[in-house]
């Protein structure tokens, strides 16, 4: 008993401070990984490790150079470029409420894990992204001379014998990223807290056509998160959906370097330009927009989903997207007055949340 | 005379989807109806108001045994599409008081009662938390919901109410709906030796109808809704082509 006492004593000395969550009234939790318990010693280090560019191999970009906190965590990129200058096909996701999310990245269902996801982005080499692939041990000695880092990955894993680990990189970023919650838009004060006023006129006019059924954009932005792709605590069910939009037209044949999307996982044909609808949250400050970042203003997109797709006269996809026969049924064409337009991107600003934008503790921890 | 108390018997309606005259397994997704392939993407609704007739016509009510996620004491929801990933709940789990005898015909619900059908889903006990089967606070829950590719060609009928009356979509109207467009089905049969059979080959004869336009509101007015919405039996003087119990 006293040794059992003891052993309590040995390990209470560390605090692994479970993290509180602020969420609307009635909101549901986001669901944790068993083996990733939410801690805020994890988060603060997550947080220096994501704005930390020595977790690039050559020392050039951190998480933070393509995913920055003004941008809503995305970049005004079309198509991100790594650390070693090698272009990416996709536009930087914006993370969003990202702990709420199902699965991961543009169009992939098996990842269904931050701590999966950013594997890729960390190991990846097509492309290359943070190069870590073969600079394991480099990259480790960087953080392990760093007494700060020492620090902070002791409190964020106290009870492990060895600290400073690229599973514990992963569970500290994912544990971080979590906490890039965005609940506290006009929108959200609207719908959420009940505020009648948090909208102007021009808004709530908006978002009632986003809403409607003449306009169906609400059927693949849906929900809270304006994604068919969340699970929460109480979900019984992980929705994901993934949609063709009509940005490029079907294809018989294989063109190299073309992005399929979801036939790149799954091989089907069918999947073939399926990608999944992101959230829309702080969509004004996440520009451009699509999987390949091809729309570059909301007027675009509008202008986009206004016509039913996207008819392309030159480039590697040339054609009538709007042709294409697996193009989601939702995505028929509407006709837009220009009051309706104003009132539509009235209503997406209302998804703009500053406090979100400007948190000091999401921000980089070494900056002034 | 004393009152004699009969045990509830502990009982399951069960669902199926039918493709034509044959009974699909539950769990179909890929059904070759009239000589084409359908895919099956959604195939959801919602149940409640559930009452078996007994040989004389007498209702006896349909007690819903609470069974977290899909079904409280009042409303069950229906999965007939789900997959590999997702889950599927084909049966209506409850009790009835009585001695168990035949019964000729079922009654029942699909919908959800205006009292529960526009309150946030996030803090809605299930199985009204789905938020794929949400539009928003104004029209409330879809009832049915049937997402289906024939021939390459994607549809989908979503029914549920039209005509609410709110501030906007974001807030729940304080009075019923004009079109409230809850089916109330009346079988004939005993729906505790058959199954109900929500019929595939009328969704499909109803996607052809529309060209393919999808039907997700506006049923009375708009031309992709006539064949679906008629199958519905919410249009006066037409019956229901959806629901057979077989």
């Known amino acids: 008993m006293l040794l059992l006492l003891l052993a309590l004593a040995a390990t209470g000395c560390a605090r692994e401070t479970p993290y509180q969550w602020h969420l609307p009234p009635g909101f549901p939790q986001p669901r944790i990984p068993d083996d990733n318990a939410l801690t805020v010693e994890k988060i603060e280090l997550g947080r220096h490790l994501f704005y930390d560019k020595r977790l690039s191999a050559n020392g050039t970009q951190a998480c933070a150079s393509c995913h920055q906190q003004s941008h809503a965590f995305s970049e005004p990129a079309a198509i991100a470029t790594g650390s070693t200058g090698q272009k990416h096909h996709r536009n930087a996701m914006a993370l969003v409420n990202v702990a709420y999310d199902a699965t991961f990245t543009w169009a992939h269902p098996g990842i269904t894990a931050i701590e999966q996801q950013l594997l890729l982005p960390l190991f990846g080499d097509q492309p290359v992204e943070m190069g870590a692939a073969g600079h394991e041990r480099e990259i480790l000695a960087r953080l392990t001379d760093d007494a700060d880092y020492v620090k902070l990955f002791a409190n964020a894993f106290p009870r492990e014998r060895e600290r400073v680990t690229f599973d514990h990189v992963a569970k500290a970023l994912a544990s971080f990223v979590r906490t890039l919650i965005s609940f506290d838009s006009p929108f959200d004060r609207y719908a959420y807290y009940g505020e009648d006023a948090a909208l102007t006129e021009s808004q709530v006019r908006g978002m009632n056509l986003f809403m409607s059924e003449r306009l169906e954009c609400a059927h693949c932005h849906a929900g809270f998160n304006f994604s068919q792709f969340v699970t929460h605590q109480n979900a019984t069910v992980a929705e994901r959906a993934f949609h063709i939009t009509g940005l490029y037209p079907s294809s018989d044949t294989y063109i190299s370097g073309a992005d399929y999307g979801l036939f790149a996982v799954t091989g089907d044909a069918a999947d073939k330009d399926r990608f999944k609808a992101p959230t829309l949250r702080n969509i004004e400050r996440s520009a451009p927009y699509m999987h390949d970042g091809s729309l570059a203003t909301l007027n675009d997109v509008l202008d986009f989903y206004s016509a039913g797709g996207r008819v392309l006269t030159d480039g590697p996809r040339p ?32 998804l703009t949340d500053e406090e979100f934008l400007h948190d000091p503790r999401l921000a980089d921890p070494s900056a002034p | 005379m004393g009152l004699i108390l009969l045990p509830a018997l502990a009982l399951g309606i069960v669902f199926v989807a039918s493709c034509g005259s044959g009974t699909t397994k539950a769990e179909v997704r890929f059904g070759i109806v009239g000589g084409e392939r359908a895919t099956l993407h959604s195939l959801q609704f919602y149940v409640h108001a559930i009452e078996l007739l007994d040989e004389h016509g007498r209702p006896h009510p349909f007690r819903f045994a609470v069974s977290a996620p899909w079904q409280n004491e009042q409303v069950a929801l229906i999965d007939l599409a789900g997959d590999s990933t997702t889950a599927q709940h084909i049966a209506v789990q409850g009790s009835i008081g009585g001695d168990g005898g035949a019964y000729s015909g079922i009654r029942l619900t699909v919908g959800v ?13 299930a199985p009204l938390d789905r938020g794929e089967m949400f539009w928003n606070w104004q029209s409330g829950h879809k009832f049915l919901r049937a997402d289906l590719a024939v021939a390459g060609h994607e549809w989908a009928f979503h029914l549920g109410s039209t005509g609410c009356s709110s501030a906007s979509a974001l807030r729940p109207p304080a009075q019923p709906c004009a079109q409230p467009n809850e089916m109330q089905i009346e079988l004939r049969g005993d729906p505790l030796r058959g199954v109900v059979s929500l019929r595939l080959d009328t969704l499909i004869a109803a996607a052809r109808a529309a060209n393919y336009v999808v039907c997700t509101g506006d049923y009375q007015v708009d031309p992709a809704c006539k064949e679906a919405y008629a199958a519905t039996g919410l249009q006066p003087g037409i019956p229901q082509n959806l629901w057979v119990l077989q």
């Not at chain 1, 042709?323 to 006709?335: D, M, N």
């Not at chain 1, 309706?340 to 209302?350: G, K, T, V």
């Not at chain 2, 009662?113 to 006990?125: D, K, S």
């Open chain 1, 319 to 350: 054609g009538d997207g709007r042709a294409h026969p697996g193009k989601s049924p939702f995505i028929k064409g509407f006709t837009l007055t220009a009051q309706e337009r104003q009132d539509l991107l009235a209503f997406l600003s209302s």
């Open chain 2, 113 to 125: 009662p205006f009292e529960l059908n526009h309150a946030n889903p996030l803090a809605a006990a």
